[in-house]
């Protein structure tokens, strides 16, 4: 797969305890950018996201991703016939943001003790700023600081740039009794951020993204130690000018962190050819109440007792903060290329899933969406003219007329296949006799790109539809091969059928996908949504609807989460998964490592 980066600027550094000892390189840091600011009151960039045009069309705003620019005059219309309503551009929930920014507590020792390591550049007590970190991305918190505020949010946010830095502040807290939050990103979409409304004591927000930079890249063993606060769309860039992927791509990307991946176990995209993060990382330095956790080398494996180093996978900023990781690497694939597969349904998708994961290696990313998905990625397809929408009705005539597929069961399975040329024609092989043998029909690498690219445009559309009165949110799981079906007919059913018995305007947005595969089964997500207007508290509805699918999931064999983590979104659940001598052992381990409660997240409580 070609760079377009330039070449980088390298140079050799010495040898040290726990470092490879050969073909060490230290990467140019990635300078900030002003183009490159983020929303602080809706997801993503914010010269990027989802509007209405005069001519009362759907438009993406920006020139970041494929559907920039575009004007989408299918959306608005698809969404009025889905939901049932009759959405007015002019109706606006109009937003309120920043909406009750609480006052901030003060602790006058801790702050002088920390403004003798800290510069005044590094310690803000900024509204937005301590309102942005006091929430992740959950339609929950979004809707409350548009519409309602939050209870509590951090009273002071603070930016370390070095190890010794954060060894300060946590011993600085523990003397002066301040509750110490790590904040990578703040993609996540557990509540892992909110802060404890009854939280006393001084709330301080660890921003991590100063501490951002690729500390080396041993080529000759492929490895490379990276400060947890880089993003994940750098580290991309910087691996890449030295010809090497750490293969781990979140739909959260552009904006999510490494040190955030490891606290919330996270998993790609591309996990079927690298593996989740937990198969990526080789070891992890983590500050903690007691003092700094970490190795003197880094080896493929070893059997030394309890490995301390699991206990963070997982964790969500309740046992320390995570200050840089070693990662393996992967070269840089000889070829990248896209693929798509139409079926006639779900059924027939599915099962054709199944047995990739079982007869074959399967591409690096494959992911099934059901109709109602396959609909909507139709809905935002840009107006075609001339030869282009000459096509698309031959295309169309020829899949349903020629094929005789059904335009309301059909879906659709993207690819992405990378590897060397001969590694990839025989996964192609592979998912074609496959393919056949369920009634597929190959759809072409354009689909299957632009299917693969839309996940990050489709991350704005949530925000937009809020302002017109549309709450919806997705949420995971896992479940093994015999449960995947039926699980997710039991979770739509439940959904349609509490939404109906609560008399709630139009119909709801029900839609499933599978998006990892293993050979033992499964990752699901779920997306759910509903026109709210006219209904009191909805992103407290919202809530409710979404714990009875969570129930659901549980008694249909699936998994609590599958990467998303708990947080305190779903820690009510804990004790239907885990023993009673487990959920002790949790106990035990958080008052043991941190008896002061310095970690104060509150993630994962019960």
């Known amino acids: 797969m070609a760079s377009s980066v330039a070449a980088p600027k390298s140079s050799p550094v010495s040898q040290s305890a726990g470092k490879p000892k050969e073909g060490l390189l230290v990467p140019e840091p990635i300078p900030p950018n002003s183009i490159d600011a983020e929303s602080l009151d809706v997801w993503g960039f914010r010269d990027s996201g989802f509007a209405i045009n005069e001519n009362g069309d759907a438009v993406m705003r920006g020139n970041r991703y494929e559907l920039s620019g575009k004007v989408l005059p299918r959306l608005l219309p698809w969404i009025r016939e889905t939901l049932g309503i009759a959405l007015d551009p002019r109706d606006v929930h109009a937003s309120s943001y920043p909406n009750q920014i609480t006052p901030r507590l003060e602790n006058a020792p801790f702050e002088n003790e920390i403004r003798e390591f800290l510069n005044d550049e590094q ?12 929430h992740g991305q959950t339609q929950e918190e979004m809707f409350a600081i548009k519409h309602e505020g939050m209870a509590r949010i951090p009273d002071l946010v603070i930016f370390p740039e070095a190890d010794k830095q954060i060894a300060q502040l946590i011993a600085a807290a523990k003397r002066h009794h301040v509750s110490l939050i790590p904040f990578g990103g703040g993609t996540n979409v557990t509540a892992a951020l909110r802060c404890e409304a009854d939280e006393k004591r001084l709330i301080v927000s660890v921003d991590m993204r100063r501490m951002n930079r690729i500390l080396w890249i041993d080529k000759a063993n492929q490895m490379a130690g990276i400060e947890a606060g880089a993003v994940g769309r750098n580290i991309v860039t910087q691996l890449q000018a030295h010809g090497f992927t750490m293969g781990h791509e979140p739909d959260s990307i552009e904006f999510s962190t490494l040190g955030g991946w490891i606290a919330t176990n996270a998993s790609g995209m591309k996990k079927n050819k690298y593996g989740n993060i937990e198969d990526l990382v080789l070891d992890v330095t983590v500050a903690t109440a007691s003092g700094k956790l970490e190795r003197a080398r880094c080896v493929p494996r070893e059997s030394v007792g309890v490995d301390l180093r699991r206990l963070l996978f997982g964790s969500e900023g309740t046992l320390g903060i995570i200050t840089s990781a070693v990662v393996k690497l992967f070269p840089l694939p000889e070829v990248q290329t896209y693929g798509s597969v139409l079926f006639p349904s779900f059924e027939q998708g599915f099962a054709f899933m199944r047995d990739l994961a079982r007869e074959s290696t399967p591409p690096s990313s494959v992911r099934l969406i059901d109709n109602l998905q396959f609909q909507f990625g139709l809905a935002l397809k840009p107006a075609s003219s001339g030869l282009g929408a000459w096509k698309s009705k031959l295309e169309k005539y020829f899949v349903t007329s020629v094929k005789g597929f059904v335009p309301e069961h059909m879906v659709v399975c993207t690819l992405v296949f990378e590897g060397t040329r001969r590694d990839v024609a025989d996964q192609q092989r592979a998912v074609n006799r496959i393919a056949k043998k369920h009634e597929g029909m190959a759809a072409g690498a354009e689909n299957g790109r632009r299917g693969y690219q839309l996940t990050y445009s489709i991350a704005y559309i949530r925000d937009f539809i809020m302002k017109y009165y549309i709450i919806a949110e997705s949420f995971e ?62 992103s407290q509805v919202y809530v409710e609807l979404e714990n009875m699918a969570r129930e659901e999931i549980l008694r249909s064999g699936g998994s609590l989460s599958h990467h998303h983590g708990v947080g305190k979104i779903r820690q009510a659940f804990l004790p239907a998964i885990l023993s009673t001598a487990a959920l002790e052992w949790k106990r035990e381990l958080k008052r043991s490592v941190d008896p002061e409660n310095v970690f104060g997240a509150g993630n994962q409580n019960l």
């Open 123 to 134: 310690i803000s007590a900024d509204g937005p700023t301590r309102l942005r970190h006091g």
């Open 477 to 538: 799981t896992s479940a093994a091969w015999s449960d995947v079906l039926p699980l997710i007919e039991n979770v739509k059913k439940r959904l349609r059928a509490e939404y109906e018995a609560r008399s709630l305007p139009g119909k709801p947005f029900v839609t499933a996908r599978v998006t990892q595969i293993y050979q033992t089964g499964a990752a699901i997500y779920f997306y759910f949504g509903f026109y709210y207007k006219g209904v009191p508290h909805p």
